[in-house]
């Protein structure tokens, strides 16, 4: 009899064992590499995930496209298939339509300005708009002021632009503005872009200094222009369903995790505009740095003027003057 207690016992000991260390794995993916600024935020929001759940929750990596391109890996979150993406938010406002406001060209300062709006009431205002569409938006990151890069000329005025064959970002605000530059749109997932630029599909391609680093474009792109035209932030996003199952004290983790990965990400992305010019530089590039931005602004005068009647000038207006 105390032996059959005895065993009892410890099977329901070993059960409490394993439920005790029961782990959820759930997936991760960027477009880009490991090494750069958006691996850092999932490698950082991975280990502060395991750290805040003692190790229940464990977050499996993907870089490089591996789980497909951003607009693949949001659609997955939203169905469920995928737990989690960081993305940029190119093709975000395909499923948020709200969002489509922050890629107005020239519509923040500086960093410092972008970041305040968006970790502000305007941007914490637009992470709510993503729970009715099956989401739960932990943070806001970024990805950087966008830059445009080509094969073929030095762009130093905006008629420099016209007929340049530019891959964009599956997003309408993009496409309508390049359009505006006289701009060739050519939309594209980001897995697919350095084998267009190295085959002549396209001539160029806009992205911030961290992205054109990592992804190796120096090897395909001999001209840079630092534009700074579109401010690029980047999400975390979460499958909602899978973050109302979290208790309250794991959903904090998983919110205060993205609050982690954002901070280093936002340093790699700083790092990386403090040096690229010159790294790139030293690899063959001509970078124009001094160029007349007013006269870009100036160039889509008429597109600025769409954008104002779709979003709202003072809608448009409080981001710009955002203090």
Excluded at 136 to 149: D, P, S, V, Y
Excluded at 198 to 206: A, N, R
Excluded at 239 to 258: G, I, R, V
Aim: proline letters at 4%; a positive charge.
């Amino acid at each position: 009899m105390k032996l059959t207690r005895l065993a009892a016992g410890l099977v329901l000991g070993l059960g409490m064992a394993c439920a005790a260390f029961a782990q959820t794995t759930m997936k991760i993916s960027i477009s880009t590499s490991q090494n750069s600024h958006q691996g850092v935020a999932i490698d950082t929001f991975a280990k502060e995930v395991a750290a805040r759940t003692n190790g229940r929750y464990k977050i499996e990596t993907f870089y490089n496209g591996a789980l497909g391109g951003e607009r693949e890996s949001i659609e997955a979150v939203q169905l469920g298939t995928q737990s989690l993406a960081f993305s940029s938010t190119g093709p975000v406002p395909n499923f948020v339509p709200e969002t489509k406001i922050l890629d107005v060209p020239f519509l923040f300062r500086d960093k410092a300005h972008a970041r305040a709006v968006l970790d502000g009431p305007i941007g914490q205002d637009l992470l709510t708009k993503f729970d009715a569409k099956g989401f739960k938006a932990l943070a806001w990151a970024e990805n950087g002021f966008r830059h445009m890069t080509n094969s073929k000329r030095d762009v130093k005025v905006p008629e420099d632009l016209k007929g340049l064959k530019m891959r964009t970002m599956e997003n309408p605000v993009h496409i309508a503005a390049y359009k505006g530059f006289g701009i060739i749109t050519t939309p594209m997932a980001f897995p697919e872009v350095f084998t267009a630029l190295q085959q002549g599909t396209v001539d160029g391609q806009e992205n911030p200094l961290s992205v054109i680093i990592s992804a190796k474009f120096d090897q395909v792109q001999k001209h840079l222009t630092l534009t700074g035209h579109v401010y690029s932030p980047c999400i975390f996003l979460m499958n909602k369903a899978d973050f109302d199952k979290l208790s309250a004290a794991d959903k904090t983790a998983f919110l205060e995790a993205a609050k982690e990965g954002v901070k280093v990400n936002r340093a790699r992305v700083d790092s990386d505009d403090a040096k690229g010019v010159a790294d790139l530089r030293a690899k063959g590039v001509t970078v124009i740095d001094d160029i007349d931005k007013a006269k870009f602004v100036a160039a889509l005068t008429p597109v600025n003027a769409e954008f104002e009647k779709q979003f709202g000038k003072a809608n448009i207006d409080k981001i710009r003057n955002y203090k």
